[in-house]
């Protein structure tokens, strides 16, 4: 094109001027879609491309980066075959380029990164369809706490719930099997109740005792490493071991031999009565006595026995 400008006084000037008359529908017409992002080296950002080919010909479409240092963010695929009549939608990739390629720049702080996607019709003659502006930051990759930190949080907190889980079972258990509270009854051969012994906090939960004069004045001491060792049952009453003859169940109301003329026998519960001095029963002498602090101390007249 050109044109020829006169005014008074001037002379005439003739220029020329260059262009390209775009037609009134382009065959094919495309619309861009990629998301501002905030991403790590080495990772991808995606977004779409909507094409649109209104002609009966196939269009090759070149697809890049502009105004930014090559190799930083790459599209994929860099080209696109659009059919005849074709009309759909394209995935698009950004590619970040990885950690060593930014080597110090990066930083704590991360690096923006800017450019221009453009997307050409090199069927008709590298005609521009696309110039839109992207906006990358890239922040270098969170380290294993910073990424995973709810995980080791709730690691954590699941150990310390199995903890005192175990340390509460831990403690029912050796609060079910402490032989502490348990009334300790010598019977003789004939049934009567020759006495009373109140056991305390045993070893490893096992009340370690003897039996003390047992023709004369038979009674309970407390005596560790004692021929006899008693602890709760969890099924209920106690468990009574006896130096090399094993363990054997002592029923709340049975009792089991312990020589050949006494047996064992368990009175009231006073962990159970909150620890209330046990009543002697009516078949006991009035002499009877009991420690309440399980340190072995019991006696009675046994008169009868003798």
Do not use: C
Request: charged residues 20%; aromatic residues 4%; proline residues 7%.
């Amino acid at each position: 094109m050109s044109g020829t400008l006169t005014a008074s006084g001037l002379s005439a000037d003739t220029r020329s001027e260059g262009g390209q008359i775009a037609p009134g529908t382009l065959p094919v017409t495309t619309a861009l879609e990629l998301p501002t992002a905030n991403t790590h080296p080495g990772s991808t950002v995606t977004g779409t491309l909507a094409v649109h080919n209104t002609s009966d010909t196939p269009h090759t479409l070149r697809l890049s980066v502009a105004d930014l240092k090559s190799g930083l963010l790459t599209l994929t695929p860099a080209e696109i075959q659009v059919k005849p009549g074709e009309s759909g939608t394209r995935k698009i990739t950004v590619e970040v380029a990885p950690r060593d390629v930014f080597g110090d720049r990066l930083g704590d702080g991360g690096l923006q990164l800017g450019g221009t996607v453009t997307v050409v019709d090199t069927t008709d003659h590298d005609r521009t369809l696309v110039r839109t502006p992207l906006s990358v930051r890239v922040t270098p990759e969170p380290g294993v706490w910073a990424k995973y930190w709810w995980a080791f949080v709730s690691a954590a907190a699941l150990i310390a719930l199995a903890t005192v889980a175990v340390l509460a079972w831990l403690r029912q258990r050796r609060t079910r099997r402490d032989p502490f509270g348990l009334v300790l009854r010598l019977v003789s051969a004939e049934g009567d109740v020759l006495g009373e012994h109140l056991a305390g906090h045993g070893h490893k939960q096992w009340y370690e005792f003897a039996v003390v004069e047992p023709h004369r004045s038979p009674r309970i001491e407390r005596r560790a490493h004692g021929p006899y060792a008693v602890q709760r049952s969890p099924e209920g009453g106690a468990v009574l071991r006896k130096r090399g003859g094993g363990r054997t169940p002592l029923p709340a109301r049975g009792q089991v031999q312990l020589t050949d003329t006494l047996s064992l026998a368990l009175g009231e519960d006073t962990r159970a009565s909150k620890v209330r001095r046990p009543r002697p029963s009516a078949r006991t002498t009035a002499g009877s006595t009991t420690s309440a602090t399980g340190t072995g101390e019991s006696g009675s007249s046994y008169g009868s026995y003798l």
